[in-house]
Nanobody
Framework: QVQLVESGGGLVQAGGSLRLSCAAS????????MGWFRQAPGKERDFVAA????????DYVDSVKGRFAISRDNAKKTVYLQMNSLKPEDTAVYYC?????????????????WGQGTQVTVSS
């Protein structure tokens, strides 16, 4: 069983930055592709970014390209999401997820384990 714990969310003004962290409780963290998703009230959970097991590949939804950066530290069993130039439309609960089978997937169904989420609110 893998447990994921997100942190770093909060309230920020438009144009500001936040760095989300997701710590994993598994010795085999480096075997998992990791993803960040977000869910706004009344909407589906959407893909934001993903990173491969050894961090040699990343993927982003178009709306965050150039503003967000996903990274990971396998020694610390942690994945990060650096969010810059935040916009009000980035407001959502952000979830990290772990995927051992596929790697770098954009599909919610591909991820086996999920964190509890962290709220990000961007004011205009």
């Amino acid at each position: 069983q893998v447990q994921l714990v997100e942190s770093g969310g909060g309230l920020v003004q438009a144009g500001g930055s936040l760095r989300l962290s997701c710590a994993a409780s598994t010795f085999s963290f480096s075997y998992y592709g990791m993803g960040w998703f977000r869910q706004a009230p009344g909407k589906e959970r959407d893909f934001v970014a993903a990173i491969s097991q050894n961090a040699d590949s990343t993927d982003y939804v178009d709306s965050v390209k150039g503003r967000f950066a996903i990274s990971r530290d396998n020694a610390k069993k942690t994945v990060y999401l650096q969010m810059n130039s935040l916009k009000p439309e980035d407001t959502a609960v952000y979830y990290c997820a772990a995927d051992r089978a596929y790697g770098l997937s954009r599909l919610v169904a591909a991820y086996e384990y999920w964190g509890q989420g962290t709220q990000v609110t961007v004011s205009s």
